[in-house]
């Protein structure tokens, strides 16, 4: 089952605006991972922040997590055509597995 | 980062027969994980495989319906059995390498079921 949910479900944006997808989730944590996926191919991983972490980055993207609340956030700045894509968050547990969020479809106009 | 060879990248199926699908990773690894992704889903994680031992399969996923064999440290199969329309979906194997690091996935199976 889903770990939590995303939002926005779907995010049309044009070239160059910046784009923020969050994430939330239900269970304690080892650390909170985000993934793309295009065309329902395989999944790429992007970054990864710990649990004792609270913002990292990596190239254009930044992802915050706030564990009090159980939530994080994407950014993905200066987007390209080349960023459409699904992204997922998954939460990485005690049960040494990850669980996936609902997904977020990001479609960068050009 | 570990490298996964998934295959085949899709398939179509008559009902009632089996798909059996490969994932080869360049690297030993202890745990492999299975997902399908049904259509316009997120993942679910069907069953962990761990050398040796028989896998441990999630809520609602059976070995009868999903028997996993996974021989060695760098190969597991999936099959999915007695296929119906509703196992229409994309497969995909996953490792870990290490701990707090990303986990790599194959590049997926696209099974429609007709």
């Known amino acids: 089952s889903q770990q939590g949910e995303e939002d926005p479900q779907a995010l049309s944006i044009q070239e160059g605006e910046n784009a923020t997808m969050n994430c939330s989730y239900k269970?304690?944590?080892?650390?909170l991972q985000w993934y793309r996926q295009n065309s329902g191919r395989g999944l790429v991983h992007l970054i990864l922040?710990?649990?004792?972490?609270r913002e990292k980055h990596s190239g254009r993207l930044r992802v915050t997590l706030d564990t009090s609340k159980k939530s994080s956030s994407l950014l993905i700045t200066a987007s390209r055509a080349a960023d459409t894509a699904s992204y997922f968050c998954?939460?990485?547990?005690?049960?040494?597995?990850?669980?996936f969020g609902s997904g977020t479809q990001l479609t960068v106009l050009p | 980062s570990a490298v996964i060879s998934q295959k085949p990248s899709r398939d179509i199926c008559q009902r009632g027969t089996s798909l059996t699908i490969q994932c080869q990773v360049d690297s030993q690894v202890t745990m492999m994980f299975w997902y399908r992704q049904q259509p316009g889903q997120s993942l679910t994680l069907i069953a962990t495989a761990n050398q040796g031992s028989e896998a441990t399969y999630e809520s609602g996923f059976v070995i009868d319906k999903f028997p996993i064999s996974r021989p060695n440290l760098t190969f597991s199969t999936l099959t999915v059995s007695n296929l119906s329309p509703e196992d229409s979906s994309i497969y995909l194997c996953s490792v870990r390498p290490r701990t707090n690091y990303g986990y790599t996935f194959g590049s997926g199976t696209r099974l429609t079921v007709v």
């Open positions: 998954a939460t990485d547990g005690t049960a040494r597995q990850l669980t």
């Open positions: 269970t304690s944590i080892n650390n």
């Open positions: 922040i710990r649990s004792n972490e």
